[in-house]
């Protein structure tokens, strides 16, 4: 019903009635009832995704709540008051009583004709909930402190509502947020992330998180989130890593990403204070993207993030301090590059780093080098920079060196891909196969040191990078 009022598409419908579970199976006996609370999962075979299975709940009261979460025991009832009297917002608490069903789901209503459904019908609105609506408050119904003690999930639901909808909390409601902040650690970690998730797709995430620090909710959530509060940084940044962070996430918001580039936007500087040294404007960051990426594992970890969101949000972390400088970065440097933090990750890494130049203040998201490094890539995108893009593979070798399947295959290959890195033109098989067999005569000393040269390169890209950003970026 709040949907309607706010002239918006119901993400579902739920219908409420003075019907026993055992009345309501008689008449739909292919729907579900598998739970305690007088819910009946009832399929409509309709087309419509949102009405393909419609949930019918019989009136009830609650008991107490001991747990923060579960009422110790349900109640069924004859009125429809009495059921929405224990739902959290006001907003939420409002039926619209139907006397034609066939009316309102009918294929041929459309969205600009609900506000006709919603004139012609009876709404049941004990608490005030359309004025609220109206006048964009988030209010708790009757006491917030019984509210919130009832499910502590509700001081999240009504940051996320309030955040949806760019609507205020009321400040009672507000207040009681504040008073009660500490219950949330009674919620599991999965509702909680579902509430977090919708936060940051939400077009106003950074409110969202703002909210969540104002009211101490934030410290019990993400608490190494918290302490990027009031933590200053050097003269190439305006704002304290919380600040940043807030606004590098909004840029992320503002462009539509992906979840997960808004999560690898929020969390990429976190272990900033971690690894702060000294202060004012030459304060350094020393390797704060190698804590930054163990501490976002940490916190998605906690939160029960699909493992491969997790994988995503930590890689983007991990390299979002990449250096790029025309004239001093070679085609072979940036195929390391590019073997390093992947070809699929490029694109999503230019946009981190995009929210993260925003985020310190400055005008401009993509400057020059980072639009001459996407040239470079295009360039060389095709070359090769990974063992399975080679001329040749270990069974090859296996047959040409007349040698058992073992390390020094590997080895051969690993030196053979740093020689192809450097010039692509060496990528044929009369030259890998001749290279090899000269790679072969070497005994395990004098092949072990050519491998070592190899990872030498591999890392000497990376070593130059974090020379030159503690040289020209203090950090």
Request: with cysteine; hydrophobic share 35%; net charge positive.
């Amino acid at each position: 019903v709040r949907d309607l009022i706010l002239e918006k598409k119901p993400k579902d419908w739920d219908v409420a009635t003075d019907a026993l579970p055992e009345e309501i199976l008689k008449i739909f006996p292919d729907a579900i009832y598998e739970n305690e609370f007088g819910t009946v999962r009832v399929k409509t075979n309709s087309l419509e995704e949102t009405l393909k299975i419609i949930e019918v709940t019989t009136f009830r009261k609650e008991g107490e709540y001991k747990d923060f979460r579960h009422p110790e025991y349900i109640e069924f009832s004859k009125n429809i008051e009495d059921d929405l009297s224990r739902r959290d917002f006001t907003i939420n608490a409002i039926a619209l009583e139907i006397k034609n069903l066939d009316l309102l789901v009918n294929k041929k209503i459309k969205q600009k004709n609900l506000d006709l459904i919603i004139k012609n019908y009876n709404l049941i609105d004990p608490f005030d909930g359309q004025k609220d609506i109206n006048k964009k408050i988030i209010k708790a119904v009757g006491n917030p402190n019984q509210r919130f003690k009832e499910d502590a999930l509700r001081l999240l639901r009504a940051i996320r509502f309030a955040v949806e909808f760019d609507f205020m909390i009321e400040s009672k409601t507000y207040n009681s947020i504040i008073e009660n902040n500490f219950l949330i650690k009674n919620i599991s970690a999965e509702r909680i992330r579902d509430e977090f998730i919708k936060i940051i797709q939400s077009n106003n995430a950074s409110r969202g998180i703002l909210l969540l620090e104002q009211t101490g909710l934030l410290k019990f959530i993400i608490p190494e989130l918290s302490n990027c509060v009031g933590v200053s940084q050097n003269k190439h940044h305006k704002y304290d890593v919380f600040e940043h962070s807030i606004k590098a996430l909004q840029y992320a918001v503002s462009k539509n990403y992906s979840l997960e580039i808004r999560l690898a936007a929020l969390f990429h500087d976190i272990g900033k204070p971690q690894t702060k040294k000294g202060d004012g404007e030459n304060a350094t960051f020393y390797n704060h993207e190698y804590v930054s990426a163990k501490l976002t594992k940490l916190i998605l970890e906690r939160l029960k993030f699909p493992k491969e969101v997790i994988k995503k949000v930590v890689h983007l972390v991990r390299y979002h301090m990449f250096y790029y400088n025309v004239g001093e970065v070679t085609e072979s440097g940036v195929r390391r590059f590019i073997a390093r933090v992947g070809q699929e990750n490029i694109d999503d890494l230019i946009k981190v780093r995009e929210a993260d130049r925003i985020g310190s203040g400055v005008p401009k998201a993509r400057v020059y080098k980072i639009r001459h490094l996407l040239y470079m890539i295009e360039k060389v995108r095709r070359d090769p920079i990974s063992p399975k893009m080679l001329k040749i593979n270990g069974n090859d070798l296996i047959k040409i060196l007349k040698l058992n399947p073992g390390p020094r295959i590997g080895q051969i290959l690993n030196i053979l891909l740093e020689e192809v890195i450097d010039n692509p033109q060496k990528n044929s098989k009369e030259y890998l196969t001749n290279r090899a067999k000269e790679l072969n005569k070497l005994n395990d000393n004098q092949l072990n040191q050519m491998v070592e040269k190899a990872k030498q390169k591999q890392q000497e890209f990376e070593k130059n990078i974090e020379k030159e950003l503690r040289k020209k970026y203090y950090v």
